[in-house]
Nanobody
C-alpha cells in the first residue's frame, strides 16, 4: 500500500526558509516519478518540482527556480523540498505525489498517489 506523509510546513517570514519532508512507503524511491505540488486558496494546484523515475532529471517551476531544491534520500525513504528566500506568494498547501500516469511531463501530469498536504504560510 502506497503512502505519502508530508511534514515540515509552518509560518515563516518573507526571506526565510523551510524544509518539507515527504515520507514514502509501499514503493522504492527512484522507481517512480515523484513530485511536489502546491495549491493556494482560490487557485489551481500547480507543480513545483519533480524528479523523474530511475534517476531522471529534476524539474522546477519557473516561479521557484533558484530558490527551491528537491532531493531524495533512499535510505530514509524520504523526499525533501528545501525552500529558501520564501515569498508571500509561496503561501499554499504543499502536496507530495507519486506514480505519474503515462508519459506526461512530471510537473503537469496526473499522479496516482497523494499525501494529505502540509500548510506553508509566508507572512510578516
Amino acid at each position: 500500500q502506497v503512502q505519502l506523509v508530508e511534514s515540515g510546513g509552518g509560518l515563516v517570514q518573507p526571506g526565510g526558509s523551510l524544509r518539507l519532508s515527504c515520507a514514502v512507503s509501499g514503493f522504492t524511491l527512484g522507481a517512480y516519478t515523484i513530485a511536489w505540488f502546491r495549491q493556494a486558496p482560490g487557485e489551481e494546484r500547480e507543480g513545483v518540482s519533480c524528479i523523474s523515475a530511475s534517476g531522471g532529471s529534476t524539474n522546477y517551476a519557473d516561479s521557484v527556480k533558484g530558490r527551491f531544491t528537491m532531493t531524495t534520500d533512499s535510505a530514509k525513504n524520504t523526499v525533501y523540498l528545501q525552500m529558501n528566500s520564501l515569498k508571500p506568494e509561496d503561501t499554499a498547501v504543499y502536496y507530495c505525489a507519486s506514480h505519474l500516469y503515462g508519459s506526461a511531463w512530471c510537473l503537469t501530469g496526473k499522479y496516482a498517489h497523494w499525501g494529505q498536504g502540509t500548510q506553508v504560510a509566508v507572512s510578516s
